[in-house]
């Protein structure tokens, strides 16, 4: 039995060295019969490169001008102007350019025909902000941008309860309590108990005991990140609740619980 299975795959290795060299000939002798599909694409590729190495010595692309966008002090590496705009190497000059303003969030260098490079710079969008020896903004990246203030910024939520002596500004924190209370933060900004209602500060000291303060100094005690959108939910049922007796003033609504804790000013 088994001397049977290896002489079936001897046979059959034996077949394929005949059956490569007939489709070998079969695709040469195509070729030979119907050479015009490889003339043509033979033509196509001198094409190409005799256009472009006639771009690349061209007058008409020799570099004349390097836009910048306004209120930014880039330098380039070395100058640019009479160079081909086709041998520029566009990473690299975006690359040099970003490590003089590492507070964008990139910089883009394009090619305009015939004549111009054009940077453009994509800035941070501040979402929060940090105190640090004074507030400084945050971007949703976690990047602290450089552009402290001596006072809070009116309109951006206050992170509280971070480790601050980790953080320093012009640098971007992937791990840690600033991701954790921006993305605290977002998951407030899409709740629909808090659509008419402004979230001022978030405070992440405890990870399993989150809370945040509204514009009319009400606290909401939350759990952890992971029970997050399940207490915010709950919120929405406390304030219809609240709703209906308008002369009780609330200090704090604790919704770790099944029934809200509803915690009355004094």
Request: aromatic residues 6%; charged residues 25%; proline residues 8%.
């Amino acid at each position: 039995m088994a001397s049977s299975r290896s002489r079936r795959r001897r046979k059959q290795w034996k077949g394929i060295i005949p059956r490569g060299v007939r489709m070998l000939w079969t695709g040469t002798r195509w070729v030979v019969l119907h050479p015009q599909p490889i003339v043509l694409a033979a033509l196509i590729g001198l094409s190409g490169w005799a256009l472009r190495t006639h771009a690349r010595r061209a007058a008409a692309f020799r570099i004349t001008n390097v836009s910048f966008p306004p209120d930014t002090a880039f330098t380039l590496e070395k100058p640019l102007i009479g160079e081909s705009l086709w041998d520029v190497d566009l990473r690299r000059v975006s690359e040099h350019l970003q490590q003089q303003e590492p507070a964008l969030k990139s910089v883009r260098v394009t090619r305009q025909l015939p004549n111009t490079l054009r940077v453009s710079a994509v800035p941070r969008i501040p979402v929060a902000q940090v105190r640090l020896d004074r507030w400084y903004p945050v971007d949703r990246d976690g990047f602290v941008l450089p552009e402290p203030s001596q006072d809070p910024y009116p309109r951006l939520v206050q992170l509280s309860g971070l480790d601050r002596g980790s953080l320093k500004p012009g640098r971007a924190y992937e791990d840690g309590s600033l991701p954790l209370a921006l993305r605290a933060a977002e998951k407030m900004r899409r709740a629909p108990a808090l659509v008419s209602r402004r979230v001022v500060e978030v405070n992440v000291a405890d990870p399993e005991q989150i809370w945040f303060v509204l514009d009319n100094e009400m606290e909401v005690r939350c759990g952890s990140e992971a029970e997050l959108d399940a207490h915010l939910a709950r919120l929405k049922h406390a304030f219809r609740a609240l709703a209906k007796r308008r002369e009780l003033m609330v200090k704090y609504i604790d919704v770790r619980f099944e029934e809200p804790v509803v915690g009355p000013q004094i």
